[in-house]
Each structure stands twice: as structure tokens, then as C-alpha cells.
């Protein structure tokens, strides 16, 4: 007689075999991550100390000595604190300022002081500077954006000497559709 006829063969369940291993695996890390965490429970403790600090029987608390505060006043009063601007302010102050290719540098200059003339007298001081040249690529407009920032100090000194200076490109578009200007971003220290 054949053997299938007696008894219908088995087939092995890959996924219990499987399923076996992951769960062994699982114990394994549960079993290194708690010993992991018992070591730093432990950690730092002298066995030896620990075991002398239970068999001993335990004495009377001694207290702690609280410590005296005296405050005495200074004889003459500190020289004050000079004092530190508020902060800078949230939104810019845009300007924008007409430069030709053929602009010499004393003609940024005088576009620049005439364009921020009220801020000067106002005594306002800007933080940093954006500065955006107005292009048809990239490189000619943070080129242009760069010689006027060297030329702002100059121009007003009241108003940016100090102050962090950044050069960008603005593109050519329907906004700005003329190249050759110059739209500065102050963001200024208040007051």
C-alpha cells in the first residue's frame, strides 16, 4: 500500500517557521535592551557599600546647617548699563536707486545719500542691507548689487556704517522690467 493512501502528506507553512524566528529574534533584543537598562539603573552604586548600607542599622539624621544670607547695599550706586537697541524691525524699508552701466562711483553715492536722505536726518541705522541688482542674468545684477553696496558706507555712513550688507540678482520681469536698478532692502535697528 502507498503511503499517501494512509496518510495525506503535510506541507511545511513557510510562514510558522518564519513567524517562529521573528519572535525568537524579538526575545533576544527585548532580553539585551533589559539588561541594557538594569546596568544603568545600577550604575555608579558599590556593591559593597550598598549591602554595608542595609545591614547597618540606621542612626538618627543629623540636621543640616542652614547657611545665612547677608545682603548689603553697595556704598555708591553702579555705573548704568549703556543701553542696547531694541531689535530690528520686522519689514523693510525699500528703496530703489537708478543705476547706469556708465555710473561713476560718486554718482551711487549722491543717488544713494539722496535716496535715504530722510532716514539720516530721522538718525535711523540699518542692521543689514539687501541689495538687489536688476539684470538680465545672474552675474551682471549681483555684480551691480556689489558696487553699490561698496559705495553705501560712503554715501551715508550714518545710516550703514556697521551694517551687514548682502548682494542679489532680481531678474528682468514684468515687476522690475528695466535694468540698472537698484531696490535696497533696509531692515533697521529701532528705536
Known sequence: MRRSALRPERKENGTVGLAGWVFADALLALTIIGLAAGGAVHAGVDAPRAAAAVSTPTAAPVPT????????????????????????????????????????????????????????????RAAFVLTFGTAGDPGAGTALARRVNAQLDAAAPGVFAGSAKRDFWRAVNAQSPRPGIVQLELYLLQQ
Open 65 to 124: 546647617p542652614v547657611p545665612t544670607v547677608t545682603v548689603t547695599a553697595p556704598a555708591a550706586a553702579p555705573d548704568p548699563v549703556p543701553s542696547l537697541p531694541a531689535g530690528v524691525a520686522q519689514a523693510p524699508v525699500v528703496l530703489e536707486v537708478l543705476v547706469d552701466g556708465a555710473s561713476t562711483d560718486d554718482a551711487i553715492r549722491a543717488a544713494v545719500a539722496g535716496a535715504v536722505g530722510d532716514l539720516a536726518a530721522q538718525n535711523r
